[in-house]
């Protein structure tokens, strides 16, 4: 049996959602990485920074988007080093400005994905997918980066069925 890990990270708090700035109590992204335990048995390491992103969602957006100008790699509280022992990561995350937030790739650039199945998964709110795929190959090289999954944000609370049956399918 195959095992899985998720690699996420979500924004509580402020969020868009169908055209409006919404408080969550939890992040649209970490409600999927549970799903997705929850389906297949995953494991989970929620990436969070050190430094927090403002609480206003549009302050939030224009801090991503200079980090995405600056190939920023925001520090991190806790830095997973070693996934020699998963077959399957996911790596899950908001689409801010058309890709993952960079604290995602500053976590990718620690680790080695020769011979695992990469397997993007994006919350937006209109964006789909974006360039999920294409940039995590250019993070996970010898990984097999598989089709990516995207899901509506405003969505994710009423999605469990639709993500365990897709986490089944591709990890089961």
Known sequence: MAKNLVIFFSRR?????NGDIVELEKGNT???AEYIRDAVGADLFEIETV???PADYIEC???AKQEQRDNARPKLKAYLHDISEYDNIVIAGPCWWGTYPCAVFGQLE????RGKHVFPVMTHEGSGEAKSRSDLKKFCTHAKVEKAFAIQGSAVPRSEEKVAAWAKKHLG
């Open 13 to 17: 708090g402020q969020n868009y959602v």
């Open 30 to 32: 970490e409600l999927v």
């Open 51 to 53: 430094k927090e992103y």
């Open 61 to 63: 957006t224009e801090v």
């Open 110 to 113: 620690k680790l080695h994905f």
